[in-house]
């Protein structure tokens, strides 16, 4: 009887034999999963450098269930020996670094180019330019048991007009027609976070859905920074170790941890008996051990800021919800920073009443999640968002969710969004962000309810308005003719007082609502 027999298999490999971890179970799922990847992509490549994106997407069906997918973007570009390895290369990335990003694999644009591969037997073109002289263009595939980029074609032309961005294209299998909803669904909340976005889609019907952008203003990018001594682990300590320069314990922890300053590294080190002076490297595994686990229960470091963050912001949040949707009223809030396990992170949350927004049954209501300005489209009931609205007394609020015009947004922006799965598409559970969620709607829940309650009174005062403008003039005749007078009172001043005071009462509650 032989042995078992043991091999190691490549990241792209592993990935190729498991793509339904990654969101390419179906034709369906891959065709959204595909060109929700490859727009995040192109958006991160223009907002992690302040351009106003310009994202241009174009799918074609070339029968047989087989579909070109184009994306161009005005990004930063790709520099020319990085393009095979950023397309062709699985687990290879500018996104290992301590900020907030769309992506945190390195991998989904790579999985929708390995997908096509596998599926429709497709290279995938690259054009792409820093802005130079130069322009590019790449044809690659990737080879998948040795996880390295193999270049079919390339070309080097001039670049007059001194183009920058980035074009994608190649083939693969898919079902647009039962996977539009989620597709068309996916850019209209893209574009509901995004309002300084230019978004502009072509399905394989020719029809074309553009969503202009309504602002130039954007959300100051996400700056790296340094793990928090909360959120590290003995493996990475040891790679900071291995990686330092520093010849004490003080200089490794005042120079390697966010927010640990000389005086906080000090106490630290003096609390658990670890000598300042000591070198880095020299530390026993036991000490190491003991140094890392009392990181994580040491009360004295201060707690990550937002400079890793890149929030959207009220006044943003609230003009992508006005443009789609033009409600009576939005209640918008920002949460301060947070964190769970050493990770930074920031709820955004509004409730929109009246307007566009559509009457739901309480269990299709209208909820709008994103995670590092993600849409999340898939698995609502699994999210803690869901959860979290479930829980609130609605009612406290003068809400009722079943015949009302409601719709809810919460947006979680994270160094580390606690997905539950590698597809992300729902947020776990974890009780810090399950209580800033809840919070932030009870916030704006509250805003909702005074602008029901001025509502309430301005429609109290105008019924009572016409109550007067009805009998009043009658009961001044009858009064009139009661007491056999002969001038019948003139009742136009208290009106015009009782239409004034309507009057304020509406534009107060009016510019309140605005």
Not at 190 to 208: E, H, K, Q, R
Not at 271 to 298: C, F, G, W
Request: charged share 25%; aromatic share 10%.
């Amino acid at each position: 009887m032989s042995g078992e027999k043991f091999k190691a298999i490549s990241a792209a490999d592993f990935f190729y034999k498991n793509k339904e971890i990654a969101g390419f179970d179906n034709p369906v799922r891959a065709t959204y999963t595909i060109m929700r990847e490859l727009v995040e992509n192109a958006l991160d490549a223009c907002e992690q450098y302040s351009i106003l994106p310009e994202v241009r997407v174009k799918l074609i069906d070339e029968g047989n269930s087989i579909y070109k997918l184009k994306v161009e973007d005005n990004g930063i570009g790709v520099p020319y020996e990085q393009v095979p390895y950023a397309f062709a290369q699985i687990l290879f990335g500018s996104k290992y670094t301590l900020r907030q990003s769309r992506g945190i694999f390195g991998l989904g644009g790579k999985m929708a180019i390995l997908y096509g591969q596998i599926t429709a037997h497709s290279t995938v073109r690259v054009t792409s330019s820093t802005g130079g002289f130069e322009k590019y263009s790449y044809e690659l595939n990737i080879n998948i048991q040795e996880n390295r980029p193999v270049i079919r074609r390339k070309e080097v032309g001039p670049n007059p007009g001194r183009w920058r961005g980035t074009t994608v294209q190649f083939s693969f299998e898919g079902d647009y027609v039962r996977a539009k909803p989620k597709v068309v669904e996916y850019f209209k909340q893209t574009s509901i976070l995004l309002p300084y976005a230019n978004i502009l889609f072509v399905d394989p019907d020719g029809v074309l859905y553009r969503f202009d952008r309504v602002t130039d203003v954007m959300p100051k990018p996400a700056e790296e920074v340094q793990p928090h001594p909360h959120g590290i682990d003995v493996e990475g300590v040891q790679r900071m170790i291995n990686a330092s320069r520093s010849s004490t314990m003080l200089d490794f922890m005042a120079n390697n941890f966010h927010r640990v300053g000389v005086a906080t590294a000090l106490n630290f080190l003096k609390s658990i008996k670890i000598d300042p002076q000591a070198n880095p490297k020299t530390l026993q595994s036991r000490e190491l051990l003991t140094v890392v686990s009392r990181m994580k229960e040491y009360d004295e470091f201060q707690p990550p800021d937002a400079q890793c963050l890149s929030p959207i912001g009220m006044e943003l949040l609230k003009a992508g919800i006005m443009r789609e949707f033009r409600p009576e009223f939005v209640a918008v809030t920002q949460r301060g920073a947070s964190a769970y396990s050493g990770y930074p992170f920031i709820v955004e949350a509004a409730i929109a009443y009246g307007g566009e927004i559509p009457i739901t049954p309480p269990d299709e209501m209208s909820v709008f999640r994103y995670a590092n300005k993600i849409p999340l489209l898939y698995d609502l009931h699994s999210d803690v968002a869901m959860k979290v609205i479930k829980k609130i007394n609605w009612q406290r609020y003068r809400l009722d969710l079943s015949t009302m015009p409601i719709a809810f947004f919460i947006h979680i922006c994270a160094t580390k969004v606690p997905y539950k799965t590698v597809g992300k598409e729902y947020i776990a559970d974890r009780p810090e962000v399950e209580y800033e969620i809840e919070w932030a709607l009870k916030t704006c829940a509250r805003e909702v309810k005074m602008h029901l309650t001025r509502k309430e009174k301005a429609s109290i005062v105008q019924r009572r308005l016409t109550v007067f403008e009805k009998y009043l003039p009658l009961i001044s005749r009858f009064a009139t003719e009661l007491a056999g007078a002969q001038n019948q009172p003139n009742v136009e001043k208290v009106l015009k007082r009782l239409q004034i005071h309507a009057k304020e009462v509406e534009q107060r509650s009016s510019l309140q609502a605005e």
